[in-house]
């Protein structure tokens, strides 16, 4: 059926470096994508959203990146700090799903000194 | 910056009794949602809610789910009889306007059914 699902469950990176953390979705008539960051005992936290008719958004140390024709998905992080740790999701909604968000399973990342 | 609260943060509640778990949204958002997180799993979409009716149910949101805008600044979820499968983290969310505008969060009502 369709799905949004990320590549990697866990990212290690050290604190200062760049992240990349990646999406995959199957479902062509999405429209909206959003990236959130979910800390323990927390809800998501909106980061960055974009439209289908976009392939590139920038918010503060964050990148959004949108591949249509790979229906691929990808959130970067510039300087990445200890408080970045978390687990971040992308979640997508479109035409089949109404304005009901389709959340992907989440990636830890664990940012090291 | 306004956000969704919800409450209370944890419920422990005995298989076979109603629950109800509450939320604020935030005041000038139109629409609000309920979501669920099963320990270690991904968080899925249970209702969404706007003008005083669901516009949009899952499979999850049975016959035992209700939800009620009881007043102006309310947003409540009951399950009718729970079950030990209901155990989750519950987070309610809102959104401004209609389109493609992000939903907001809130920290989610921990249930825990004995």
């Known amino acids: 059926g369709e799905s949004v699902g990320l590549h990697l469950p866990t990212l290690s990176v050290q604190e200062g470096d760049n992240s990349i953390i990646n999406c995959a979705y199957s479902n062509s008539a999405s429209d909206y994508f959003i990236w959130y960051k979910q800390e323990s005992g927390k809800g998501p936290q909106f980061i960055i959203d974009?439209?289908?008719?976009?392939d590139k958004r920038q918010g503060q140390r964050v990148t959004v990146l949108l591949n249509k024709t790979v229906k691929h998905l990808s959130l970067q992080i510039a300087a990445t700090q200890p408080g970045d740790s978390a687990v971040y999701f992308c979640?997508?909604?479109?035409?089949?799903?109404?304005?009901?968000?389709?959340f992907g399973k989440g990636t830890s990342l664990l940012v090291t000194p | 910056e306004p956000e969704v609260t919800q409450t209370p943060s944890h419920q422990v509640t005995q298989m076979g009794q109603e629950v109800i778990l509450r939320c604020v949204p935030i005041?000038?958002?139109?629409?609000f949602y309920w979501y669920r997180q099963i320990l270690g799993q991904k968080v899925e979409f249970l209702v969404s809610?706007?003008?005083?009716?669901?516009?949009?149910k899952s499979e999850i949101f049975d016959d035992q789910f209700s939800v009620e805008r009881p007043d102006g600044s309310n947003f409540t979820l009951k399950i009718r009889s729970t079950k030990l499968e209901d155990s989750a983290m519950y987070f309610c969310?809102?959104?401004?306007?209609?389109?493609?505008?992000?939903?907001?969060f809130g920290d989610g009502t921990r249930l825990s059914i004995l």
């Open positions: 969310a809102s959104r401004e306007w209609t389109g493609n505008q992000p939903q907001h």
């Open positions: 979640a997508e909604n479109g035409e089949d799903s109404g304005y009901a968000l389709n």
């Open positions: 974009i439209r289908s008719n976009m």
């Open positions: 809610f706007y003008n005083n009716e669901i516009s949009e």
């Open positions: 005041s000038n958002h139109l629409y």
